[in-house]
């Protein structure tokens, strides 16, 4: 009687432990296809990225920092790499979010230098303590971004790089 009362026990929480993990797993499902498409609406409609490669970051109370890598499709990055930085002219606002926290400034064309933000900090800072891309990407990213076929453009608290040649867009926020 003991051992079928113990199991009966046993077999419901087995049930409500992966209830539990089933429930877990669906929330961070949903949550992660919101962040994609949170850090999607970011960008320029003309951008256009058909992917995004990897986003890492911290997020704490109310900010976060962090970055997120985004491929190109082949075509826009064709296009940029035919046009030159005249094909970032009306590629200044986010394509689904409103207000000037998320207007570009302008594009510029690399190589990025490396001097200090606005706030004292070193440009690329999110980018290289507030993730952990793999470090192949971070090496891979770094070194392009020192070309002279890249563009770049800042926003409040976020730097947007585009790197055609490897079809690459990478956002690296910190606020």
Request: proline share 5%; glycine share 0%.
């Given at each position: 009687m003991l051992q079928t009362a113990i199991r009966i026990m046993m077999t419901a929480l087995g049930w409500l432990v992966a209830a539990i993990l089933t429930l877990m797993l669906i929330l961070f499902g949903l949550f992660k296809l919101h962040q994609t498409y949170h850090y999607i609406d970011i960008l320029p409609e003309k951008l256009g990225p058909v992917s995004i490669v990897a986003i890492s970051g911290k997020t704490h109370f109310r900010e976060g920092c962090g970055a997120v890598v985004y491929r190109l499709s082949r075509r826009t990055a064709d296009q940029i790499t035919a046009e030159g930085q005249s094909f970032f002219h009306d590629a200044m606002k986010a394509r689904g979010k409103e207000g000037s926290y998320y207007d570009h400034t302008g594009w510029i064309r690399g190589p990025i230098p490396p001097w200090q933000g606005d706030k004292g900090h070193p440009f690329w800072l999110p980018?290289?303590?507030?993730?952990?891309?793999?470090?192949?990407?971070?090496?891979?990213?770094?070194?392009?971004?020192?070309?002279?076929?890249?563009?770049?453009?800042?926003?409040?608290?976020?730097?947007?790089?585009?790197?055609?040649?490897?079809?690459?867009?990478i956002l690296s926020y910190n606020g």
């Open positions: 980018f290289y303590i507030c993730t952990d891309l793999s470090p192949e990407l971070m090496r891979k990213i770094s070194a392009l971004s020192e070309n002279e076929d890249v563009f770049y453009s800042t926003r409040r608290e976020a730097v947007t790089v585009v790197i055609p040649e490897e079809r690459l867009v």
